[in-house]
Structure formats: C-alpha cells, structure tokens
C-alpha cells in the first residue's frame, strides 16, 4: 500500500509543478502532464518516500513555512561572513573537516539537512555516514563533535525533524 501511496503522491506532486511551469489548463497540455507526471509517478515514485500519508498532515506545511526564513535568515548570514573574508583577505581563516552527529533518522531528514549545510556559503556536506555528517567548514571554530553540531546543524535540524520525520 505505501508503494502505490508514494506513487501517487509523486504523481500529484509533478502534476501540480507541471501545471505550474506551463501555466496553460488546455487539453493538450493537461494530457501532456498527466501522461509525463504518470511515467515520473511510476519510474520515480517509490524514491519518493516510504510513508506517503504523513504528507498529508497540516503541521507539517506550518513548520516547512516556519522553515523557510530561518533558512534564509542563515543563508544571508553566512554570506555576508563568507563575503567579508573574501573583503579582508588578512581575516585568519582556519579550513578544515568536521564530524556532527545529527538525531535525525530518515533518509530524506538527512538529505534535507546536508543541503541546508551546504546551500549556506562557507559549509559543505561531504558525506553522510550513518548519523554522521562530515562537514567542510570554512573556519573551524569548534572540533568537538556536540559543539560543532550544534554550531553547524543547530538551526536547521530540530525545524527538519518536525517537517520530514
């Protein structure tokens, strides 16, 4: 049952970008989408996720909104910091590998979570291990693994837990 779940979620979901991107509700292109969203739903739609129906809790939609500016808010942070030592090349940086430990458990929480890492300048996700993520920094500041979790994944993981898990 969660196969087909999945599958028709994926469907649901492309269709609905479909319409977006196209802007036109024609026959034509309705069937176009339709038929290319169906192809997606089946090759595709079991990567999608394994419990289609926690989708449909409204909660989860609260806290991606709630997501979304925190995100931001970090991402316009890091730029400036990655923009004034690109300004001040005398700022001592100190580059290196760190290891966090995140809580997250599902595949998706930790793919969410390592993109939000390494869309925000100065932070890379170079690997995911388990419940270890190692972590280019562009200045070390910590390298005990709690410090730097909370440090690093801190602001996004407890909002992610919320949307994904």
């Given at each position: ?44 739609g079991e990567l999608l996720t394994v419990y289609p129906w ?26 400036l910091d990655v923009a004034y030592r690109v300004m001040h ?38 690997d995911i291990k388990g419940d270890e993520l190692y972590v ?30």
């Open positions: 049952m969660a196969r087909h779940g999945s599958r028709l979620l994926g469907f649901m979901l492309a269709m609905a970008i479909w319409l977006l991107l196209t802007w036109r509700l024609d026959a034509a292109s309705v069937v176009v989408g339709v038929l290319a969203s169906g192809a997606a739903a089946i090759l595709f926690k989708a449909l809790k409204p909660s989860r939609y609260f806290w991606f909104l709630c997501y979304v500016p925190v995100f931001l808010w970090e991402m316009v942070k890091a730029n090349p005398m700022l001592p940086i100190n580059p290196g590998l760190v290891k966090i430990k995140t809580k997250l458990k599902s595949d998706i929480s930790k793919t969410v979570l390592a993109n939000s890492i390494t869309l925000t300048p100065g932070t890379m996700t170079v280019h920094w562009i200045d070390v500041r910590e390298t005990d693994v709690e410090k730097a979790t909370e440090a690093i994944a801190g602001r996004f993981e407890k909002i992610i837990a919320r949307v994904f898990e």
